[in-house]
């Protein structure tokens, strides 16, 4: 059975940075691609990032600076480092397998809440 069990969201201040995980099992996630998505409220899925069995990575429009997405293979994690958060950061982050265009085909886990307010 696939799980993807997402972990280390909460309430941040504007400005400062969060890590939040994802822990897999169930699939050989060292030859997985592995996304994060957000879904702000009142919004649809946005997707955020992608790495892949290469360590490559690619990210959403203007993301790509503040936010770092990586894995463990070893622990069979993907990882979301966020910094200079925003308000419109703002968002349940879910993890999903797959990358930019297989994501919305693929498991995705119960996610995460972030709040970013002062």
């Known amino acids: 059975e696939v799980q993807l069990v997402e972990s280390g969201g909460g309430l941040v201040q504007p400005g400062g940075s969060l890590t939040i995980s994802c822990t897999t099992s169930g699939f050989t996630f060292s030859s997985s691609a592995m996304s994060w998505v957000r879904q702000a409220p009142g919004k649809g899925l946005e997707w955020v990032a992608a790495?892949?069995?290469?360590?490559?990575?690619n990210y959403g429009n203007s993301l790509r600076a503040r936010f770092n997405i990586s894995r463990d293979n070893t622990k069979n994690t993907v990882y979301l480092h966020m910094s200079n958060l925003k308000p419109e950061d703002t968002a349940v982050y879910y993890c999903?397998?797959?990358?930019?265009?297989?994501?919305?085909?693929?498991?995705r886990g119960q996610g995460t809440q972030v709040t970013v307010s002062s």
């Open positions: 790495i892949y069995s290469d360590r490559s990575t």
């Open positions: 999903a397998r797959g990358g930019l265009t297989t994501w919305s085909q693929g498991s």
